[in-house]
DNA sequence: ATAGGGTTAG
């Protein structure tokens, strides 16, 4: 295929932009070896790496994350100047704050009740430091410091050491630390859930405990917001508490120190804000405002309407999910803002954040609002510039908003109209800024036509020099996503250019989990060859910038994970399945670390389970069964997100059953169990119905037979019987019992069996009845407990039921089979086998049409295993000399009859004399037929007194024996 | 201690 013209100027473009890239600064040793060492999987270095100091509590720890440290922040001086991963506060300060955290370490190792005074004063300072880093690292910090301080005061009982302050700092670091909103709320309750019991606990000797303030229960509050739980009776609760407690507080001042504020309603207000797709939030947030408007005219009131609070409704109606009708209610709201604003309300006077969140509400509407929605943020656009704002130095997020509009909205010419929102901003003296040249180069590579391409990569260039820095990955990102919906070679060829070149800018630019979303899964879609490969290799890039480099733009989530292990379930490469397994172990080391956003689930599992069990090889199997372990610990501590299910059991039964069959059957009974003991069951499909069935069957055990019956009525008893039961799986359930010999098993079988026969004779059209392979185990069942007449009687209503249309109860030779087999068997043999034998072929011969030798051998084998007394022995030789006789009739005999009725004479025979004649007549026949088989000399060899006074074989047998 | 903004994704 031709390049086009369009793309060949875009990679030059590219090209160009590579060159102009800085040099590359002298750190070779880190990069080189882990480039060279792809081959082994990341996770392996990642867990011992990622500092964690707080959490550092013996010294070993404290030194290796202290040297990872100091290695971290030596490389990253030499790569950019812009770039502060761990700790993004002022960049001058990294050495300081590298002897702070020595320092706060070492008060570790100082003893309880030894801190001098200088030791608190720092401490406390440090912990104020620490709580506005604004990471998870601050806050952890923060609070370690914190609680070491409330020991100190715990063992000097006279001294205020911890105040309402300190705690407070720390609730806010977590509010701004950027981690999980459900961390956060964990981390914020359990700090002021700590400060309230202390209180409660305090006594005459030290009352110097911190009492939660306003401030506090704010602080929590703000929390909420960042959740995506529903806390909504918390955070009402929280403010009917303050309340209260301001009322029925006798100490005055402490009541005056808890009565909800405007910011407090703000914050609540916030909370309300911040529910995406929620009409009812939106409009609760409303109705607190008004509840506001009446606070604020009791005199002595602490709650006035600011802008803020405005700001807040509206964009509780742009998350409302209520597309137009939510940008119109905002954009009445605020009509009405500049109403109170002009009816002298000085402090809601609205600002530039007010109209960017109205406009931005428009970007949220409907497409067959699109141009409506355009002109009306238009409208606002203009509005602002003849209003005067309160904020000027945020006007040009307005020109922003407005650009996202117009991209939102598919306005044509996007790129020249975002252009034009520059040039016009500009007549404001407000300056573009990172974003907006980013909106203008999303705008064009929008338009999507290879011309608007290169002009967006000459908007990259402009930008570099307007900022004086490097574009930062959102940029890129916007030109890899516009690149990847092309969905062509060459396009993607151009994106993995761009990523290598994003790397090689480093800093800010370096690739973001946006990034590698993107990339993966292109890939994922893309059917090339070598395109796994190339995923995995990101995943690998995005886990070592992470993990080693703590580059926290390129934090994991399970999206990445997952469409890594999707793509790999569909790849035929030999090694897909192992490096599935390593991903899932590499997600799994994430989720171990903290890392919120990375979920494996049920589904994650399953399919890497199915595709290890797709390949039965003995390490497979043991991957496997840790999967399983892992998923049913974590079932046990209360996370239900990877709780096995059928499917999960399916895969493993698969491979287990290749491997070691008993192993899965224990693997189906536990299950079974665990299930049965549920209300109601948990899902079951046909499959995996079939797979517990079949591994329960295969074991031999009682146990599992009564598992695998118990399940089967559970389901029949639950109404599934159409979708789940059939006779199919109603065989599996009576061969489960067929190989378990036990008189329980006969009842347990003939009472299931009558069960099922009654209720169809009352009419039940949805009963599932076996077939003959279920009833051949069933007559077995019962055959091996002498029950031949019941047996039989089985044998009658198949062929009742046959004749009324169940055609696959038809019985055949099998059946007899089953029955005579059973018979013959050790365990069941009794003084009656014989009669039973005759008994039983007596009725085949008058069913069937052929009796199969193999049927008539049977019988005699039957009569072979007669015990009891002489007596019956001789009436049991005599009726398989019938059988055979009769047979020979017929000719129909092969060389196992000899063998069988040989062996009979010798079981049967009371003594050598009588055996000797009876075995040499059947072995002349024999002979004379051409039938001397192994059987027959294996049972003649076994009776050392028929040989000859001399010791040798007896002529007859020698010369016959040789014939043949 | 409260209001915001950029990119992706089945």
């Known amino acids: 295929m031709r390049r086009s013209a369009g793309l060949q100027l875009v990679s030059q473009e590219l090209t160009r932009l590579q060159c102009q890239a800085r040099p590359r600064p002298l750190c070779p040793p880190r990069n080189c070896r882990l480039a060279s060492s792809t081959s082994s999987y990341t996770s392996r270095n990642i867990s011992c790496i990622s500092p964690s100091f707080a959490g550092a509590h013996h010294s070993h720890h404290r030194d290796i994350a202290r040297s990872n440290f100091k290695r971290h922040v030596s490389s990253r001086t030499h790569t950019s100047a812009s770039f502060t991963p761990s700790f993004p506060n002022d960049h001058d300060h990294t050495h300081s704050l590298h002897s702070n955290i020595h320092y706060i370490l070492s008060q570790t190792k100082i003893p309880v009740g030894r801190m001098n005074n200088i030791n608190r004063q720092k401490a406390r300072s440090f912990l104020f430091i620490t709580s506005k880093w604004a990471n998870e690292q601050g806050a952890t910090l923060s609070e370690a410091l914190l609680e070491r301080l409330h020991q100190e005061q715990e063992t000097n009982h006279n001294e205020a050491i911890v105040d309402t302050d300190m705690y407070n700092a720390c609730m806010h670091a977590w509010n701004i630390s950027g981690a999980d909103g459900k961390i956060i709320v964990q981390n914020v309750e359990s700090i002021l859930t700590r400060m309230e019991q202390r209180c409660a606990d305090d006594t005459l000797h030290n009352s110097h405990r911190a009492r939660p303030d306003r401030t506090s229960y704010n602080c929590l509050l703000h929390s909420y917001s960042k959740c995506d739980e529903d806390s909504s009776w918390k955070v009402q609760a929280v403010l009917e508490k303050m309340n209260a407690m301001a009322q029925e507080s006798k100490d005055r001042e402490y009541a005056s120190k808890v009565q909800p504020d405007e910011i ?41 309407i600011t802008s803020t609070s405005f700001n807040i409704v509206l964009k509780a109606w742009s998350n409302s999910g209520c597309g137009w009708e939510g940008a119109e209610r905002a954009k009445s709201l605020l009509h009405k803002m500049i109403q109170w604003h002009n009816h002298g309300h000085a402090n809601v006077a609205p600002t530039a954040v007010s109209f960017s969140t109205v406009m931005d509400a428009y970007t949220k509407v409907e497409r067959v609002h699109a141009s409506t929605a355009v002109e009306n943020a238009m409208e606002l656009l203009d509005w602002m510039e003849a209003s005067s704002i309160s904020d000027p130095e945020h006007v040009h997020s307005c020109y922003n908003a407005m650009a996202k509009v117009c991209i939102r909205m598919g306005v044509e010419n996007v790129g020249e109209r975002v252009m034009e929102l520059m040039r016009r901003m500009k007549n404001m003296d407000a300056v573009p800024d990172e974003r907006m040249y980013t909106r203008c180069i999303e705008a064009y590579a929008r338009e999507g036509s290879e011309g608007a391409f290169a002009v ?21 990102n916007s030109l890899l996503d516009a690149l990847l919906k092309k969905q062509t070679d060459q396009s993607m060829e151009l994106a993995e250019k761009l990523m290598k070149k994003m790397e090689s800018l480093g800093g800010d630019s370096r690739p973001d989990i946006a990034s590698y979303n993107m990339m993966i899964s292109a890939l994922s879609r893309s059917s090339c060859k070598g395109s796994e490969q190339k995923a995995v290799d990101y995943l690998r890039s995005m886990l070592r910038s992470f993990n080693n480099d703590h580059y926290s733009k390129a934090k994991p989530t399970s999206f990445v994970f997952n469409s890594v292990i999707a793509m790999l379930d569909r790849s035929s490469e030999e090694w897909a399945d192992d490096v599935m397994y390593k991903t899932l172990m590499s997600m799994e080391n994430q989720q171990r670390q903290g890392n919120a956003s990375v979920i494996p689930d049920t589904i994650t599992y399953n399919t890497v389970i199915g595709k290890l069990s797709k390949r039965p090889t003995k390490e497979n199997a043991k991957k496997v ?33 290749k491997l070691d069959p008993n192993r899965a059957s224990d693997i ?28 329960l069957s295969r074991s031999g055990k009682f146990e599992n037979a009564f598992d695998a019956i118990s399940l089967w009525e559970r389901l029949e008893g639950c109404g599934k019987t159409t979708k789940l039961l059939d006779s199919d799986t109603c065989n599996l359930v009576l061969l489960a019992f067929s190989k378990v010999k036990t008189e329980q098993s006969a009842d347990i079988v003939l009472s299931f069996l009558t069960e099922r026969l009654k209720r169809l004779s009352n009419g039940d059209k949805s009963i599932v009845l076996p077939t003959v392979v279920g009833m051949n185990a069933a007559l077995t069942v019962l055959s091996n407990s002498g029950r031949i007449n019941d047996a039989l009687s089985i044998v009658e209503i198949m062929k009742a039921l046959y004749m009324n249309g169940h055609s696959k109860l038809q019985p055949d030779p099998g059946c007899y089979t089953s029955i005579l087999t059973s018979v013959a068997s050790v365990q069941s043999s009794s003084k009656n086998n014989a009669l039973y034998a005759e008994k039983v072929l007596k009725k085949a011969k008058e069913e069937l049409e052929v009796v199969p030798i193999t049927l008539v051998n049977a019988a005699i084998n039957a009569c072979a295993w007669t015990s009891g007394d002489q007596n019956d022995k001789k009436r049991a030789i005599q009726i398989a000399f019938e059988i055979f006789d009769q047979t020979k009739e017929r000719s129909s005999y092969d060389a196992v009859t000899f063998g069988l009725m040989i062996k009979a004479c010798m079981k049967l025979s009371s003594d050598d004399d009588t055996r000797f004649k009876l075995v040499q007549r059947l072995f002349q026949v024999c002979a004379k037929n051409g039938l001397v088989g192994n059987m027959v000399m294996r049972e003649i060899g076994h009776f050392k007194p028929m040989l000859l006074p001399d010791g040798k074989v007896p002529q007859a047998w020698k010369i016959h024996a040789n014939d043949k």
């Open 668 to 695: 189906a009974s536990r299950y079974v169990t665990r299930s049965l003991a549920r209300s109601p069951l948990p899902p079951m499909d046909r499959v995996g119905l079939r797979a517990l069935l079949m591994a």
């Open 456 to 476: 967006a990569f000459g908007v990259l260039d402009e930008m570099r020099e307007h900022l004086q820095c490097n574009p930062s990955s959102v940029a890129f």
């Open 625 to 657: 069964m840790k999967l399983l372990t892992q998923m049913e610990s974590k079932e046990e501590d209360g996370n239900f997100d990877a709780s096995p299910d059928i499917i999960t059991y399916t895969n493993i039964l698969k491979i287990q059953s």
């Open 264 to 304: 407090t309603y703000n914050t609540v207000m916030n909370y309300y804000a911040t529910r995406t797709k929620s009409k009812f939030a939106a409009q609760h947030a409303e109705d607190i405002l008004l509840q506001m408007s009446e606070l604020s005219q009791h005199t002595n009131s602490n709650v006035r």
